[in-house]
Each structure stands twice: as C-alpha cells, then as structure tokens.
C-alpha cells in the first residue's frame, strides 16, 4: 500500500512537472500602439513575428490579435510578405518569420483606427511593431518607428522631453500609449520629475477599463507641464499595463521612446 501511495506521488509530481514545461512555453506578447488609416496623414502598422528556435524544429502556432482602443475587436485584414491575407492564425516553424501589414501600408486610406495588438502563440516567439506615417492618401513614408514588444508592469517610466517651436530649434512634444489587456479596470497615476528627481507639479490619475486602449499627449494629461522640460514621467497603476512613449516633432515627423520598469 505503501509503494503504491508512492508512485502515485511520484506521477502526479511528474504530471505537475509536465504541465509546468508546457505552460512555459507559452507566449503572450503586447503590442502598446497599433495604428492604421486617418485623414489628414494616414497610418500604418507592420507586425513583426519570429520564431526564434533552431531551424527545422516544430512549428509555432501563433495568432494575432487586434483590439481597438473600447475593447471592441478591430476587424482589419492583414496581409503578409508575399501579399496574402492573414486571418490572424498562423504557423511559423524554428527559424521563420511573418510580416504582417495593415491595410494602409501602400494601399488606399481607410478610417482611422486605433488599439493594440496581442500576440499568442504555443511556443516561444518575439514580436514588435513598425508604425508608420504617411501622407494622405499613402506614398512614401513620412517616418516611422519601432514598438517592441512590452511586458505589463505596475510601475514604469519613459524619458520626457519637450521643447517650444521657434526660428532657432524645433519643436517636440512627448506621448504615450498604454494598453489594459487585463480583466479589471486600472487606476494610472501619472508624476512629471526633473532631471534631479524632484516631482514638477501634481500628479493626474486617470482609469483605463479593461481590455482598453488610449494614447495622448503628455501636456494633454498634464497640462502645467513646462514648454521646456526635460526629465521622466512616472507611471504606476493598481493592475499591469502596458505602455510605449513616443515623440512627436513640428515637422511631422515622430520616433518612439522607451518605457523601463521602475522600482
């Protein structure tokens, strides 16, 4: 009785084990900013997927999936490499990649749509995200810049600098995009400090339901933000979220900035 009590313990120790190496594997990914179509200028989105295994191991299956900035599905088809539409699923064997377009990447403008983009798959993969500006109505890109791939924190921060317009430099102004994938509303609180870490005015909270998306400028959130600043913003939350800063010229142009946990 004794041995059989044993090798029970023993499976069901090697069972927990199993489903552990198989729950490793999993891969969730989130893409903070995802952009396509628009007005005035019009966006796009390119999506990066690898599986970075050795070539010739099993197949990743992987799937995409695009959320808009109210948690509703953001139904747009994507196409890959060679042109051919991507219903969101797909496989990727060691060593692959996908590229994935929105559809306003060379193509007529559509209306705007905002969110992020999730990234799933069974095995382990990387990510990221070109966001591109063009024209209206598309031609050449304007600029463009990289989202990676971000892991949902509770307290984060990104560089912030702001400089005024005038005949002797131009002018830029700091954004962020944050993206709730959770199952619970979060409460974000935002604090501007100077570079000798003291805080620059008071801090703004504001909700962001769950499964949803929102971007803004940082003097839109913080509207005593000085016209010249440089420093950080702190960003803490009571659920993870995930976030990409970017920085926007008066020329157009734009460029990503990173966000790094904080303690």
């Not at 007005?39 to 191991?57: K, R, Y």
């Not at 600029?143 to 005038?166: C, I, W």
């Not at 769950?210 to 933000?225: D, E, I, W, Y």
């Amino acid at each position: 009785m004794k041995n059989l009590l044993m090798k029970r313990i023993l499976w069901s120790l090697a069972f927990v084990f199993f489903a552990a190496g198989i729950c490793s594997a999993q891969t969730t990914l989130y893409l903070p900013q995802f952009a396509d179509g628009g007005d005035s200028v019009t966006w796009g989105s390119i999506i990066t997927v690898t599986n970075p295994a050795a070539v010739g191991t099993p197949a990743a299956n992987v799937t995409v999936t695009l959320t808009s900035d109210d948690g509703t599905p953001l139904n747009l088809t994507l196409t890959d490499q060679n042109f051919a539409a991507i219903s969101g699923a797909f496989q990727l064997a060691g060593g692959q990649t996908k590229y994935l377009f929105s559809p306003s990447n060379g193509g007529p403008s559509t209306p705007l749509s905002n969110g992020f983009a999730t990234v799933t798959a069974d095995l382990p993969v990387t990510a990221s995200l070109i966001f591109v500006e063009y024209a209206a109505g598309g031609g050449d890109p304007i600029s463009e810049g990289g989202v990676m791939a971000s892991s949902p924190l509770m307290v984060q921060g990104t560089g912030v600098y702001r400089q005024p317009d005038n005949s002797a430099q131009i002018g830029t102004e700091p954004a962020v995009a944050i993206a709730n994938a959770g199952t619970g509303t979060a409460n974000i609180t935002f604090q501007l400090l100077d570079t000798t870490g003291t805080a620059v005015g008071a801090p703004v909270t504001r909700t962001l339901a769950a499964n949803n998306h929102t971007a803004f400028f940082v003097s839109q959130l913080l509207p005593t933000m000085p016209t010249a600043f440089f420093g950080t913003m702190r960003i803490t939350s009571d659920n993870p979220i995930a976030a990409v800063a970017l920085l926007f010229l008066a020329n157009g142009t734009f460029a990503t900035v990173p966000v790094f946990p904080l303690q």
